[in-house]
């Protein structure tokens, strides 16, 4: 056979080769896209039956503390005021203790919790949390506790995601994708709003709007949409009357109303945070501060008794034009200050609602003056209520698409849809400006954990420079001779030298590279060139900075060592990309191996530790009395020990933080640690020596 011939055959083999794994691969690609379909699906239709239970679940509890399912506003009008004042405190006193011992992600609006268990855990959700938002939701808005139920559904919608994934064992990309599936059939059954309840759950929780992640999640909003309409039909959530756009001149007070709503929705958010933070402060139990919050805002629905509850009826009211401006106005505050004590105090409840509800007592009020004042045909304060709900919405959570699109779905109407997506656009554009963090995001950044900037540099940001720092390399004088870089550059692995002045400041680099090219130049010039001949500018890095800010450089650049220089510019060593890249796959075992441990109580008790393989164990000890009053920089256990904290159980209450540098460890703290079986023996010994040494001296 000729040389052509065979060659000809081999590539014809080839080929075929080639397009029978193209199709194997294409085969199982559509094999798996249709599988996941199909469980998003199941997790719909799940989310949907949730959704279901959580309505009932609510009515049920009203009936045995109200004595009605009414809405709590008319329940209200028609028991004592005793009663008003104090059923809050009663199921925020259910639901600290429900909260704190058997899941404590179930309290505050729930959101945050699921985007966090997609950016930090790989979507990873414990089914207890569906079980435990359930009833705690119930007791907070079934007494009274001002907050809405469509948080309690996203979040139980999601933590089924996530037990359905792992149960059929998907990818970290499927289940992220189930768990986002599961936000979206919450949200849709909540509002019989299948295309609002996948956006919000692409636009803000998954932050994803890729096909593979948009089909399944579509199909399970579709799915628990259909389950909650055959249970409780078509009817819609808001009695909405048909409203209509009488004048363009009025695009005027609704672009008003637009600004308006992001300050507003600004406002919640930095109230509902500071609330947060305030009752954390609080020198009380943590499972008695939402009684105690509870008692406060059933003294304001003795006032306002609108606040109470979902509000499903006071919404229903300020659509049809029934309140006055002055109550409206004060509506909108007393909201946000009743869903704020609510939920800063550890109730279970969402943001959405109250967002709705806020907005559309803006709204009505804008509405209010324009019908009383405006000198063009106007469309009612009905009207300015519905686009006052989407605007709120929208600055809210920064996602406009989901309160356009809401808003649509809740009216079925073309003409007010005009006004909404402009007000929408403005309010998000306002709170967006003012403030980067949406409400759903702001308390992950309190955490440290940036949607925007991701995993990777949430966790590099709090590493400093010096923890990656190498003080062992290779730098040459200004006045190195050609001939002694040669001899000693070309044979060790480090491509790049700092070149250093007589003072210990960094003059430049010498790469590899320029000392390749200058080998063509070697002869003559040998005797005449020196180090500060070669020598290159460069970027550099301080002590103060931190490992992201090494990543960025080293990407930068494209360099492979960057030089570190201290406050008088002397080179104090140098930072290796390998180094970094090292440093952030063992911090992001750490948090992965915390986040997990953390879900897990029975470790809270265990004081032997756990032995995690190739010698390596997992320990809870008691913070030395040596130690207390220094932060984790300070005391440099990995440097002196090998031991690695993981994070720090604060306080009587062991609340969980985990290890910054920064971090003080106090009196009455426990730390998860993890080191090799000798490291930690060493560290007992030596942390016991120094106590019976202070008591010897005592």
């Given at each position: 056979m000729s040389p052509s011939r065979h060659f000809r055959k081999e590539w014809i083999r080839a080929r075929r080769n080639v397009d029978k794994a193209t199709d194997r691969v294409w085969g199982l690609a559509r094999e798996q896209h249709l599988r996941l379909l199909l469980l998003a699906a199941i997790v719909g239709m799940v989310a949907g039956l949730g959704a279901v239970g959580v309505k009932e679940l609510i009515a049920g509890v009203q009936w045995l503390f109200w004595g009605s399912g009414a809405d709590i506003l008319e329940s209200s009008l028609h028991v004592a005021h005793w009663r008003v004042l104090v059923l809050p405190a009663v199921g925020g006193l259910l639901v600290g203790p429900l909260v704190w011992f058997f899941a404590r992600d179930a309290s505050g609006h729930g959101v945050p919790e699921v985007v966090q268990a997609l950016l930090m855990r790989g979507g990873i959700i414990r089914g207890r949390v569906a079980v435990v938002k359930a009833v705690a939701s119930a007791l907070t808005l079934g007494t009274g506790g001002s907050a809405g139920r469509e948080g309690p559904m996203i979040q139980i919608g999601a933590s089924l995601g996530s037990v359905i994934a792992q149960f059929t064992r998907l990818s970290e990309n499927g289940v992220r994708t189930l768990v986002a599936a599961g936000a979206a059939g919450g949200l849709a059954a909540a509002f019989n709003a299948p295309i609002a309840g996948s956006l919000f759950a692409l636009e803000v929780v998954l932050g994803?709007?890729?096909?593979?992640?948009?089909s399944p999640v579509?199909?399970?909003g579709v799915t628990a949409t259909a389950v909650s309409r055959a249970v409780y039909g078509e009817a819609q959530v808001f009695e909405i009357p048909r409203y209509t756009l009488t004048s363009p001149m009025e695009f005027l007070p609704y672009a008003v109303l637009g600004l308006l709503a992001g300050f507003v929705a600004v406002g919640f958010t930095l109230f509902l945070y500071g609330q947060e933070k305030a009752w954390e402060k609080m020198s009380l139990p943590p499972w008695v501060k939402p009684a105690l919050g509870g008692l406060v805002v059933g003294a304001l629905g003795l006032f306002f008794p609108e606040i109470l509850g979902i509000g499903h009826m006071a919404m229903d009211r300020m659509l049809e034009g029934q309140l006055a401006?002055?109550?409206?106005?004060?509506?909108?505050?007393?909201?946000?200050?009743?869903?704020?004590?609510?939920?800063?105090?550890?109730?279970?409840?969402?943001?959405?609602?109250p967002s709705l509800f806020v907005g559309s007592a803006l709204g009505g009020a804008v509405g209010t003056a324009v019908d009383r004042w405006a000198p063009f045909p106007h469309g009612g304060p009905g009207a300015y209520a519905l686009v006052g709900m989407g605007a709120v919405v929208a600055a809210a959570s920064h996602a406009p698409l989901t309160g356009?699109?809401?808003?649509?779905?809740?009216?079925?109407?073309?003409?007010?849809?005009?006004?909404?997506m402009m007000a929408c656009i403005l309010a998000t554009v306002v709170a967006s400006s003012l403030k980067e963090e949406s409400i759903y995001t702001q308390k992950l950044k309190f955490k440290g954990i940036s949607?925007?900037?991701?995993?990777?540099?949430?966790?590099?940001?709090?590493?400093?420079?010096?923890?990656?720092?190498?003080?062992e390399y290779r730098s040459f004088a200004e006045d190195a001779p050609l001939a002694t870089i040669f001899g000693e550059a070309l044979g060790i692995p480090q491509t790049t030298f700092p070149v250093v002045d007589p003072e210990g400041s960094l003059a430049g680099v010498i790469r590899v590279q320029d000392l390749h090219r200058a080998l063509d130049d070697r002869g003559p010039l040998e005797s005449v060139l020196v180090a500060a001949d070669l020598a290159s500018p460069t970027s550099v890095l301080r002590k103060g900075d931190n490992v992201e800010q090494a990543l960025e450089l080293l990407t930068e650049t494209g360099a492979d060592l960057l030089p570190v220089v201290d406050s008088d510019e002397h080179l104090a060593g140098v930072v290796l990309a390998a180094d970094v890249l090292e440093r952030y796959s063992h911090e992001l075992q750490k948090l992965r191996l915390a986040s997990t441990l953390a879900q897990r109580r029975s470790f809270s008790i265990q004081t032997e530790g756990v032995e995690l393989g190739h010698g390596m164990r997992l320990a809870e000890v008691d913070?030395?009395?040596?130690?207390?009053?220094?932060?984790?920089?300070?005391?440099?256990?990995?440097?002196?020990?090998?031991?690695?904290?993981?994070?720090?159980?604060?306080g009587p209450y062991h609340i969980r933080k985990l290890a910054?540098?920064?971090?003080?460890?106090?009196?009455?703290?426990?730390?998860?640690?993890?080191?090799?079986?000798?490291?930690?023996?060493?560290?007992?010994?030596?942390?016991?020596?120094?106590?019976?040494?202070?008591?010897?001296?005592?």
């Open positions: 994803d709007f890729a096909i593979a992640s948009f579509v199909m399970a401006m002055g109550l409206l106005l004060a509506l909108v505050v007393m909201k946000i200050v009743a869903t704020s004590l609510t939920l800063g105090s550890g109730g279970s409840g969402g943001v959405f609602v356009i699109v809401i808003m649509f779905e809740m009216t079925g109407d073309y003409q007010i849809i005009l006004p909404v949607m925007r900037q991701g995993r990777e540099e949430t966790i590099l940001r709090h590493l400093e420079v010096e923890s990656v720092l190498r003080k913070a030395p009395p040596a130690l207390q009053g220094r932060t984790l920089r300070e005391i440099q256990l990995r440097a002196r020990f090998g031991v690695e904290v993981l994070y720090v159980l604060k910054d540098p920064d971090l003080a460890i106090e009196a009455g703290d426990r730390m998860v640690v993890m080191a090799e079986a000798s490291s930690l023996r060493q560290f007992r010994e030596s942390m016991d020596a120094h106590v019976q040494q202070t008591s010897a001296h005592a």
